[in-house]
């Protein structure tokens, strides 16, 4: 049997390196051509990125904000729904308007006049002031693009007369909230009735409408547009005292929208600025040598190259730009600056270790402890983002897409630019050359006796020599000496275990209470416009929901007393829904019925049935348009329900749920449909796509984990730490004010590769330690890689804590879910990880590894990884 020193057993204890070994010594090849000629390794990624950067001139014609397209799900049941309405409904708003029949949301600017001092916007002097109100709207050009219906613009509010000349109505005249047939429940809100008799109401709701069906599409826009140029100075020209007045156009939502990238530009100054100074801080030494201002300067920039060839690139292929996109910039400059700086760890940890060595010496072992840990990291991020494409909303694809390629970028960067910059500083140090001025720095003798600051400033450091090797970094002591120790004592591992307890116990509670879709109010800047409009319309308006159409797409046999009978069992079925209001109801059929039976007119017969048809349209003209009929045939019908106290997103679920399901069991074959269910279709898919994205690439990770990391113990922590931070992050949304959409999902697939980056360190240090007890073990992975790992998780949160300041939910809510991220990511690698890896410790280490250290317990990383390189050349 071979002994332990034989190279038949380290090749069966490395029977899983197969991947690793050669992409180390694919790092050496590369870091000796890099060290070899470091200029062209500079040159090629500036002209790249400036070639690639001519992409950005595609700009305009990329972007592609439009809320439907990239925030509702491809695909979603309604869009087709709408398509069917408009097919066997269309549409004339010029001669037969009428807004529930309309499939889509219609052309419009909305006001709501709200009664100040707690009085009823019905009063005489509120209704004066509605009343101006109303005709400052209706200018000329409103009188000829309005939408009509019986020859004269449809009424904003159904209290007034096309003329705008009505009185008040007085108290307690009007039946709410039907009067007559005509329905107040979307015209006026905060009633206060009697017995269904209307006596008060705090708001009212005018609504004007125009046409686009016609050549007077665009008309009506540039009326929309003059509309929200102009309301403001008219507002104040009218000096309304008894009304309060909010607006809001069809136009509204898009617009601020679009105006939410240019609200972050300045940010993004911002944040590169405070990323600088924290690189050149982490960066500065007390010698004019040995100062790595200019590798943390130039870390930066290679970030910023990555985004700028990154985009470009983008842009070049055609791919869609999406506001969500401007969120990436932020993230690759952190990611960047955290490569960075493991970078520069090993580099300083090689120096120290061979300070006599030659450049390409130091780099070669640079690049194969380093890198690979990169590598290993880029990678579980880059997958996360592309297996993150394969969703339903294209506003995550777009983000996914231009960050996944940006990170590819940046690793390419990192190893080519960066370790090329490595190489240069280090020739400018071996040189003895001032940081700043890159002339000779020599001694003095005559300067023996100056302060420690100047000969630190222009002769080398403060004890005067010109290139004084840099010792043990003060917070690599910190991790060693006190923060390692302190953490692998018994009673502080007690405590650890019941954070963990405490942390896993509120995330799952977290997770139960999350809440589903995005509000579209939040697609807004705070300070728009539009965000009292929609406090007034959810605090007025709210009792009666969508007016849903209920269609039957297909012939079916109308006169037929049993197909009638069929018809209405399924729209009692869908008037018991707890979210409809069977009272309110509309149905051309169920008149016809009553009107047949009243005035026993037959119509069991088709032809009968067919012939007493306009004896209906001339009690309600507008049945006339819930039928496409041709002349023996009724091709598809409509009828309407009337929603009521849909006033959540849950509400809006179940509503949705509830209603396509009753229509599936009805025995007519029905579709309900209304355009708010284009936004509602995200319910349906946002939990699945999330779960389904999370799942794939927490699988994914695990495999690159297994082939990469050739320990099984570490890619199982890197595996738990993955789905503990997911849950945590899922669970502290809920906490946070942020619900589970499109947005927050792009940063749970952030939230994979960043697990593995804060685990994958620390667990893989760990278990290729030397060292004999499991508490030793875990005090020298902090010791190595915990200021690494601090750093990274500082340059991370610096990189997006700007957004924090910025006025729009999706970038606030960027930062938020990010900085819960980087929070528990870095607490599981610097705190639960460390110290659940002491409870598995005897499992950390091969018997081989253990006993081939124990003569040289304090080995640094460095060796170790030495020392397996050698002892893989014995393997065939």
């Not at 000796?32 to 992409?55: E, I, K, N, R």
């Not at 694809?397 to 590819?408: K, P």
């Not at 690599?476 to 405590?495: A, C, D, M, Q, R």
């Amino acid at each position: 049997m071979a002994g332990p020193g034989d190279p038949a057993e380290r090749c069966s204890c490395r029977n899983t390196d197969c991947l690793e070994r050669p992409l180390r010594r694919l790092f050496e090849g590369l870091a000796s051509g890099v060290a070899a000629c470091p200029w062209p390794f500079v040159l090629v990624p500036l002209l790249l990125s400036g070639g690639l950067g001519a992409g950005f001139l595609f700009l305009p014609q990329r972007q592609a904000n439009d809320i439907e397209e990239q925030f509702t799900p491809t695909g979603g049941p309604a869009k087709a729904e709408r398509d069917l309405v408009r097919r066997h409904f269309p549409t004339n708003d010029s001669q037969r308007f009428s807004a529930p029949r309309l499939p889509t949301e219609g052309a419009y600017a909305a006001l709501i006049a709200v009664a100040t001092n707690g009085t009823s916007v019905l009063d005489p002097t509120a209704w004066e002031e509605v009343l101006r109100l109303d005709k400052t709207v209706r200018d000329p050009d409103y009188e000829r693009l309005c939408a009509r219906s019986d020859g004269s613009c449809a009424s904003p509010n159904p209290l007034l007369s096309p003329r705008g000349d009505e009185r008040p109505p007085v108290s307690g005249s009007l039946q709410f909230p039907v009067n007559g047939s005509v329905f107040l429940g979307a015209a006026l809100g905060g009633v206060d009735a009697d017995g269904g008799r209307l006596l008060s109401a705090r708001a009212l709701k005018l609504v004007y409408y125009l046409r686009e069906d016609g050549p007077e599409a665009e008309d009506s826009r540039q009326w929309l547009h003059s509309f929200l140029r102009n309301i403001s100075s008219k507002l104040r020209e009218l000096h309304l005292s008894s009304i309060q007045v909010t607006y809001f156009t069809s136009l509204s939502r898009q617009q601020e929208f679009e105006g939410n990238t240019k609200s972050v530009i300045p940010l993004f100054s911002i944040t590169y600025f405070l990323t600088i100074n924290f690189a050149i801080f982490s960066c500065l030494r007390l010698s004019c040598i040995r100062n790595n201002v200019w590798l943390a300067c130039c870390g930066v920039v290679s970030a910023g190259l990555a985004v700028f060839s990154s985009f470009g690139l983008m842009l070049f292929c055609g791919a869609p730009f999406v506001v969500t996109v401007a969120n990436a910039p932020f993230l690759i400059l952190g990611v960047g600056v955290d490569d960075m700086f493991i970078m520069i760890a090993s580099w300083e940890q090689s120096s120290r270790k061979k300070e006599k060595s030659s450049v390409k010496s130091l780099l070669a072992e640079t690049y194969s402890e380093a890198a690979l840990s990169v590598t290993i990291t880029t990678l579980t991020d880059v997958l996360a983002f592309f297996i993150g494409t394969w969703t339903a909303f294209p506003s995550v694809r777009a983000f996914c897409l231009y960050t996944g390629t940006a990170f590819v970028f940046c690793y390419v960067y990192t190893l080519t630019f960066f370790g090329a910059v490595l190489v240069l500083n280090h020739k400018r140090e071996q040189g003895n050359r001032h940081w700043l001025t890159c002339m000779r720095v020599g001694v003095d003798k005559d300067q023996a006796e100056n302060s420690c600051l100047y000969n630190a400033c222009c002769v080398g450091s403060c004890s005067r020599q010109s290139s004084e090797p840099e010792g043990e970094h003060p917070m690599s002591i910190f991790f060693k000496e006190y923060y390692g120790p302190f953490f692998t004592n018994k009673w502080v591992k007690l405590l650890v275990v019941l954070l963990y307890g405490a942390y896993l116990g509120g995330s799952v509670y977290g997770c139960t209470q999350i809440r589903e879709g995005i509000d579209l109010r939040n697609l807004a800047n705070d300070d728009s416009y539009v965000i009292p409009y929609y406090d007034d319309d959810e605090k007025y308006f709210s009792t009666y929901g969508p007016r849903v159409m209920v269609v039957i797409p297909e012939r079916v046999d109308y006169w037929n007393e049993a197909v009638r009978r069929g018809i209405e069992s399924c729209a009692q079925n869908l008037e018991n829904i707890s979210y409809v209001d069977k009272n309110l109801s509309e149905s051309w059929l169920r008149v016809y019925t009553v009107l047949a039976e009243s005035s026993s007119i037959n119509i069991n017969d088709k032809t009968q049935f067919f012939n007493n048809l306009p004896v209906l349209f001339s009690i309600r003209s507008s049945f006339a348009w819930d039928l496409n009929k041709t002349q023996d045939e009724i091709e598809a019908s409509r009828f309407f329900l009337q929603t009521v106290n849909v006033t959540s997103a849950v509400d809006e679920k179940n509503l949705l749920n509830q209603l396509r399901e009753t229509a599936r069991q009805c025995s007519i074959p029905l579709k309900v449909y209304h355009p708010a269910f284009i936004y509602y279709d995200q319910y349906l898919v946002i939990v699945q796509n999330t779960v389904q994205n999370v799942a794939v690439a927490a699988g994914a990770m695990l495999v690159v984990s297994l082939l990469l990391i050739p320990n099984p113990l570490c890619c199982l922590w890197v595996t738990f730490a993955i789905a503990s931070v997911i849950v945590g992050v899922t669970g502290f949304m809920s906490f946070w004010n942020v619900n589970l959409d499109s947005i927050s999902m792009i940063n749970l697939v952030i939230c994979i590769g960043f697990s593995v980056d804060f685990s994958a360190h620390i667990s893989y240090a760990f278990v290729t330690s030397g060292e004999s007890s499991a508490n030793k073990r875990a005090i020298e992975a902090l010791s190595l890689l915990g200021y690494p790992v601090l750093q990274g998780a500082v340059s991370t949160i610096l990189g997006v804590v700007v957004l924090a300041a910025a006025k729009t939910y999706i970038f606030r809510t960027f930062f938020k879910i990010m900085f819960l991220v980087i929070l528990f990511g870095a607490l599981h690698g610097l705190v639960f990880i460390p110290v659940f890896l002491t409870f598995f410790g005897k499992f950390g280490t091969s018997p081989h590894n253990a006993k081939s250290n124990n003569r040289s317990p304090h080995n640094t990383m460095s060796e170790k990884l030495e020392n397996r390189f050698r002892n893989d050349k014995d393997c065939p």
